[in-house]
C-alpha cells in the first residue's frame, strides 16, 4: 500500500478509535445518565470522577489512556519501517478525542489520550509527566493546574533533548490541541477561579 494511503487509512482509524467516548457511553450505561449534563460538562475522567465517583473516574481515565496507547503501540510494531506513521495516528487519536465524530465534534480535553500516545513512545517521559501532574494535582487540588504542567514538561523536553522528529512534532501537536482545549480553565486560572 501507498504511504500516503497508509497514513490517511490509519490517520482515519485512529480518529475513529480517539472519538469514542468512554464517559459518555459510561455514564448512560451504568448511571443512566449523560455525565455532560453534570458537573463541568467534561466528558473526561476528572468530572467522571466528580459526578459518579473515583471507581467510574478510574475505569474513564484507563480506558481513554490505552485509547491513545493500543493503537500506537500497535501502529509502531506493525509498521516499524514508516516513522511518521504514529505521529499521525497519534494526532488523530486525540484530534478524536476532543472532537468526536460521535458527540457532534465536541470531546474532552485530550490529556489521558495523549498521555497513551506519549507513553507508546516514551514511558521513562510518561512516567515523568505523570508525576509532574500528580505533584501539582496534589499541591492545588486543580486537574486543569496538573495538565498544564504535563504540556510545560513535555515542551521543555521537547526544547532540551531534542528527540527524533515525528515524535517531537507529535508531542508538540498533541500539547498544541490540550492547551486549545484548556482555554477556558486558563482564563479561570488567570482570573483566580
Known amino acids: 500500500m501507498d504511504v500516503t494511503a497508509t497514513h490517511i487509512l490509519l490517520g482515519v482509524g485512529g480518529y475513529l478509535i480517539g472519538s469514542f467516548p468512554t464517559g459518555v457511553v459510561l455514564s448512560r450505561r451504568k448511571y443512566h445518565i449523560d455525565v455532560r449534563e453534570m458537573g463541568s460538562g467534561n466528558i473526561g475522567a476528572t468530572n467522571v470522577t466528580r459526578v459518579f465517583g473515583w471507581y467510574a473516574g478510574a475505569v474513564t481515565l484507563v480506558a481513554d489512556f490505552f485509547k491513545g496507547f493500543v493503537p500506537i503501540y500497535l ?26 465524530l460521535y458527540l457532534g465534534f465536541r470531546g474532552g480535553k485530550g490529556v489521558a489520550t495523549g498521555f497513551g500516545c506519549v507513553a507508546a513512545f516514551d514511558p521513562i517521559l510518561a ?3 505523570a508525576a509532574v501532574y500528580v505533584a501539582l494535582l496534589l ?11 504535563g504540556v510545560v514538561a513535555a515542551l521543555v523536553y521537547v526544547l532540551w533533548q531534542r528527540p527524533e522528529q515525528p515524535f517531537s512534532l507529535m508531542l508538540l501537536g498533541i500539547c498544541g490541541i490540550i492547551l486549545v482545549r484548556h482555554i477556558k480553565n486558563i482564563r479561570r486560572l488567570i482570573r483566580g477561579g
Open 127 to 129: 512516567l515523568v509527566l
Open 139 to 149: 499541591i492545588t487540588r486543580i486537574s486543569a493546574v496538573g495538565s498544564l504542567g
Open 75 to 100: 501502529t509502531r510494531h506493525y509498521f516499524p519501517g514508516l516513522a511518521w506513521t504514529p505521529m499521525v495516528v497519534g494526532l488523530c487519536l486525540v484530534l478524536g478525542h476532543c472532537f468526536s
